[in-house]
Nanobody, 123 residues
Framework: QVQLVESGGGSVQSGGSLRLSCTTSGLDARNYCGGWFRQAPGKEREWVAA???????EYIESVKGRFTISPDNAMNTLYLEMDSLKPEDTGIYYC?????????????????WGQGTQVTVSS
C-alpha cells in the first residue's frame, strides 16, 4: 500500500521559513519522482516544485530562489525548504508522486497524494 504523509506545516510571519517533509512508503524510488502542490482558499491546486531524474528540479516562477525541493539519501522522504515566505504562499501543501516519465507540472500526472499540511504566512 502506497502512503505519503506530510508534516512540518505551521504559522509564520512574512520573511520566515518552514521545512515540509513527506515520508513515503510502498513506492519504488527508482521509478517515481516527487512533487509539491499547494491550494490556497478559494483557488485551484497548483504545482509548486518537482524532482526529476533526468534534469534539475523545477519550480513555479513565484517560488524560484526561495523554495528548495530535495529527497533524502534513502529516497523515502521528500523535503520542501521554504524561505522568505510571503502571505501569498499561504495554503495547504500536498506532496505527490508520479512516474518519472510523466510531466512534472501536471496535477493529473501524479498518481499518489498525501493528505496535506497547512502553511499560514501572516504579514
Amino acid at each position: 500500500q502506497v502512503q505519503l504523509v506530510e508534516s512540518g506545516g505551521g504559522s509564520v510571519q512574512s520573511g520566515g521559513s518552514l521545512r515540509l517533509s513527506c515520508t513515503t512508503s510502498g513506492l519504488d524510488a527508482r521509478n517515481y519522482c516527487g512533487g509539491w502542490f499547494r491550494q490556497a482558499p478559494g483557488k485551484e491546486r497548483e504545482w509548486v516544485a518537482a524532482i526529476n531524474n533526468d534534469r534539475p528540479a523545477e519550480y513555479i516562477e513565484s517560488v524560484k530562489g526561495r523554495f528548495t525541493i530535495s529527497p533524502d539519501n534513502a529516497m523515502n522522504t521528500l523535503y520542501l525548504e521554504m524561505d522568505s515566505l510571503k502571505p501569498e504562499d499561504t495554503g495547504i501543501y500536498y506532496c505527490a508522486a508520479r512516474s518519472c516519465r510523466r510531466a512534472w507540472w501536471l496535477r493529473t500526472a501524479y498518481a499518489y497524494w498525501g493528505q496535506g499540511t497547512q502553511v499560514t504566512v501572516s504579514s
